[in-house]
């Protein structure tokens, strides 16, 4: 019995860990390669490799923003940086009295949301020039996501 729960929580984090952009559009590759529609390497010039260094920098760019655990460390550690800050000044001195501390946490949240956004700007930015130096391996993967039902 724990031999099969075994198999069965590793099958789970496998799928988990498969569940990205670059194993799907390799997982479509492979199952329907040999339907008769389905694109072809050739029909968009473009070489094996070329398509398998595009898929790397498509799914590193994407991985770049970190797991959940991350993001909730770093949200944590914003939010919680103005409260710090404010805590080393007596609450007499605070321009906020004793709003002070739900001024800190909004700012927290403020810098947090700044922080997304820049970051998102990043991986938008990163990801249309890798679509602009690759057209083909773009175009290519499109196609194949068109596959996926």
Do not use: C
Not at 83 to 88: K, L
């Amino acid at each position: 019995m724990s031999d099969y729960m075994f198999r069965l929580q590793n099958t789970d984090m496998l799928e988990a860990d498969l569940n990205d952009f670059q194993h799907k559009v390799e997982r479509l590759i492979r199952d329907h390669k040999d339907e008769a529609g389905f694109p072809m390497l050739d029909a968009f010039r473009l070489e094996q490799e070329e398509l398998d260094d595009y898929l790397f920098e498509r799914q590193a760019i994407l991985d770049s923003k970190g797991s959940e655990r991350s993001r909730y460390t770093v949200a944590g550690f914003l939010i919680a940086l103005p409260v710090i800050v404010i805590s080393a000044f007596p609450e007499e001195s605070l321009p906020w009295g004793t709003w002070s501390l739900l001024v800190a946490v909004a700012i927290g949240v403020g810098l947090f949301l700044l922080y997304l956004a820049i970051q998102k700007t990043v991986i938008r930015t990163r990801l249309s020039r890798l679509d602009a130096n690759s057209p083909e391996a773009k175009r290519f993967v499109d196609e194949v996501l068109k596959f996926d039902i």
